[in-house]
């Protein structure tokens, strides 16, 4: 069975650290993208990635980095988190043509 | 206007009959399209996709896409309470592309 894999189900941080969110997929997808959740503003992208080490801004990077230095692995990286990133971060890939998405099963960040 | 729109709901109905879910999108050259079933707390899941105009079925689901009129549904038919879910509406931009537009998601409810 495919899969995405995100390495925590939940997270509580304090103001100010640095948090690495972690996804990995075992699909040899090419693409893989970021997500955050939030009630009555649905799906937003933060970032994606369509190769090694390739990235490319989404809809709201502000506060967040990216790492993908293998290909089944794509790394989230909140710099100094703050409490308005307390969200549902969901990790996704997808392989190249016409295909949706394959989600993990999401990290509920909560930032104290 | 937003890119891919839905109603946010919910939509009751009887267990039994059929719910209709809706969801419109802006950008005429849009080629695919993508139906997600989202339970409270979990990730999405993919349903559904459908590329050409018409209707699509799988089981008890049949997507529906009019590419004149710029919106794609789902029925399902024979609605169960284990449908009660928010289904969330994917649509791959013109061009191609990696990423997919959601809309903010119709939350079903199907009651007893």
């Known amino acids: 069975d495919v899969k995405v894999t995100q390495s925590s189900r939940y997270l509580v941080k304090r103001t100010g650290e640095k948090v690495f969110l972690e996804c990995v997929q075992d699909?040899?997808?090419?693409?893989m993208f970021w997500y955050r959740q939030d009630p009555g503003l649905g799906l937003r992208l933060i970032y994606f990635s369509y190769d090694v080490k390739m990235k490319e801004k989404g809809d709201i990077p502000e506060g967040y980095s990216v790492s993908r230095e293998k290909k089944e692995r794509f790394s989230l990286i909140l710099e100094s988190a703050s409490t308005n990133q307390t969200s549902m971060y969901l990790c996704?890939?997808?392989?190249?043509?016409?295909?949706?998405?394959?989600f993990g099963s999401g990290t509920r960040l909560t930032v104290v | 206007q937003k890119e891919v729109e839905q109603n946010s709901g919910p939509l009751s109905v009887p267990e039994g009959a059929i719910a209709s879910l809706n969801c419109t999108y802006s950008d005429r050259g849009s080629q695919s399209f993508f139906w997600y079933r989202q339970y409270s707390g979990k990730s999405p899941e993919l349903i559904m996709f459908?590329?050409?105009?018409g209707d699509k079925e799988d089981g008890r689901f049949t997507a529906q896409l009019n590419k004149a009129s710029q919106y794609v549904s789902l029925l399902i038919r024979d609605s169960q309470p284990s449908d009660s879910a928010t289904y969330l509406c994917?649509?791959?931009?013109?061009?191609?592309?990696?990423?997919?537009?959601f809309g903010t998601g119709t939350q079903l409810k199907v009651e007893l």
């Open positions: 699909m040899d997808h090419e693409n």
């Open positions: 994917a649509v791959r931009p013109p061009g191609g592309g990696n990423k997919l537009t």
């Open positions: 459908i590329y050409s105009n």
């Open positions: 996704a890939s997808r392989r190249e043509g016409n295909y949706g998405y394959t």
